[in-house]
């Protein structure tokens, strides 16, 4: 079985979340570059205006099930490094189409 695991994330953590997919040998995956959002909680937007500078980024990988815990534990001691930053993961089961 596979996940499917989409990290969105202040620019600011793209070389740290880069380098935990490489610590886990993380191979593919899609990065998706100056996204514009806002947290659902308290998060400030992210707008890349004047009143709002920031930007989000977002890595999007198709993983087996088996590795999913380590990264999302990777990717919660980052978040905790840096809460302001803003990191959130998420996850669905997934399967590759064999062509």
Known sequence: MMK???????QAFSEEVLNVL????IRGFT??????GRGTDKGEPKMGTHTWPALN?????FIPA???????SNLKELNASGVDQG???FTWD???ADF
Request: charged share 30%.
């Open 4 to 10: 499917a695991i989409m990290i969105i994330f202040n």
């Open 31 to 36: 990065k998706f570059n100056d996204l514009q």
């Open 94 to 96: 997934a399967a590759i």
């Open 66 to 72: 088996d590795k999913a815990d380590d990264l999302l």
């Open 22 to 25: 490489e610590e886990l040998e």
């Open 87 to 89: 990191l959130k993961a």
């Open 57 to 61: 980024n977002a890595v999007l990988c």
